[in-house]
Structures are given as structure tokens and as C-alpha cells.
């Protein structure tokens, strides 16, 4: 089984549409995080969090929620979809501190029709 | 304000020629320095990595990259490409807090 599990993988849902993103980890790390990557302007920042009662906005939020529900699940939310939204969506974990890298799941690619 | 800049969008180099790909960043402190590698269609693999001591750092796949503090620079290098590194390549900086990624250059490979 992979350390950072994404569902679905692919999704492709109506504009106005409230649509959910899982990940869940086994790495057993405390901080996750949720990037979106469009073509041309690499990985962005929406939100992240340090554990279960600590989420931050990161540079794109607007849109988008949050929920920790446990060290290692982190869903993200889409409570009306828009097309400009229609992205591939990672979630990654890191162990405390940032040195150490991410470790990233396989992404979700989400259509908004 | 923090930032990472991939100045080349496209690279394209022949089979067992060197690469090098540029990395610069706008940081306040001594950041924690990345690369990554995405294949096409999958997620992100972490290259190498620097936070402190030797500015030459040895990666996976046969990749290094030099950390230049006076250039504010974390160009990414290998001696002899292989057809099998064509992909996208992303640098990234941070703190403890959060990473930032480059926009990203993807990397072409002439038989």
C-alpha cells in the first residue's frame, strides 16, 4: 500500500457541485498538506496543517475547506465547483520540520464541467 | 516575500549529454533547499535535498546539486542523461513551516 493514499483519482463533476478529496497516510507524520498543480505554474499551496486542531490558509484558499479528521487523514472540499478549479490536486505529508521533505500522493485529477 | 524561479520553462538535451538545470530563490533566512522529479502522470519524487553542511549534495538516479549562498542558487546537475530521465523537474524552498514550489522545467531527451 502506498504511504499517501488519494481518493478518487480522477473525478470529473458539474460546475456548483460540492465535491470531497481524501488522503490518508500511513507514514505516520504529523503535518500534511494540500498543493494544486496547473500546467505552466507548477505546485501552489492551499492549505496545510501541523495536526489535527491546527489548519492554515496557504496562497490559495479561497474556494476551498478543510478537515483533519485524525493525525493521518486530510480531506479537502470544493463547496461549489467551479471550472477554474479543474486541476490535479496533491496531498503530501512531512514528518516535524521541514527539512526532511514531502512525501506526496498520486494526485487527483479533477475535471469541472 | 519568498520565491522560487525555474528560468527555463523547456530544456532539451541528447541521451548521454549533461544537464544542468537553474534554480533561484528569494528567501530571508537559509532555506531548505529541493528537488523533485514528476514523471508523467504520477505525483512528485523527492531528488535530493539540502538543509546545512556540504553545499554538494548527492541525490537519487545519479543527480547532485550545489547550494551557492551567494548566488542564492540550487542548480541541479547530472553528467550523463538516460532517455528515462525525461519528466518535469521542480525546485523547492522553505522553512518549517511550509514549502514553495517552482513553476518547473520539463526536460526532453534526443535519441
Known amino acids: 500500500d502506498a504511504d499517501v493514499t488519494q481518493t478518487p483519482r480522477n473525478r470529473i463533476t458539474k460546475t456548483g457541485k460540492r465535491i470531497m478529496l481524501e488522503c490518508s497516510q500511513t507514514k505516520g507524520h504529523d503535518r500534511m498538506y494540500w498543493y494544486r498543480q496547473d500546467p505552466g505554474l507548477g505546485l501552489r499551496l492551499i492549505y496545510y496543517?501541523?495536526?489535527?486542531?491546527?489548519?492554515n490558509k496557504g496562497e490559495i484558499s479561497d474556494g476551498y475547506s478543510v478537515s483533519r479528521q485524525a493525525q493521518a487523514k486530510f480531506s479537502l472540499s470544493l463547496e461549489s465547483a467551479i471550472p477554474n478549479q479543474t486541476a490535479l490536486y496533491f496531498c503530501?505529508?512531512?514528518?516535524?520540520?521541514?527539512?526532511?521533505?514531502?512525501?506526496f500522493g498520486s494526485g487527483t485529477r479533477l475535471t469541472i464541467v | 516575500a519568498q520565491s522560487v524561479t525555474q528560468p527555463d520553462i523547456h530544456i532539451t538535451v541528447s541521451e548521454g549529454a549533461s544537464l544542468e538545470l537553474r534554480c533561484n530563490y528569494s528567501?530571508?533566512?537559509?532555506?531548505?533547499l529541493f528537488w523533485y522529479v514528476q514523471s508523467p502522470g504520477q505525483g512528485l519524487q523527492l531528488l535530493l535535498k539540502?538543509?546545512?553542511?556540504?553545499?554538494l549534495v548527492q541525490g537519487i538516479k545519479g543527480f547532485e546539486a550545489e547550494f551557492k549562498r551567494s548566488q542564492s542558487s540550487f542548480n541541479l546537475r547530472k553528467p550523463s542523461v538516460h532517455w528515462s530521465d525525461a519528466a518535469e523537474y521542480f525546485c523547492?524552498?522553505?522553512?518549517?513551516?511550509?514549502?514553495?514550489f517552482g513553476k518547473g522545467t520539463r526536460l526532453h531527451i534526443l535519441p
Open positions: 528567501y530571508g533566512a537559509t532555506p531548505y
Open positions: 523547492a524552498v522553505g522553512g518549517d513551516d511550509k514549502i514553495i
Open positions: 496543517s501541523f495536526d489535527v486542531k491546527d489548519i
Open positions: 503530501a505529508t512531512s514528518d516535524s520540520g521541514g527539512g526532511y521533505g514531502y512525501t
Open positions: 539540502y538543509f546545512s553542511g556540504d553545499t
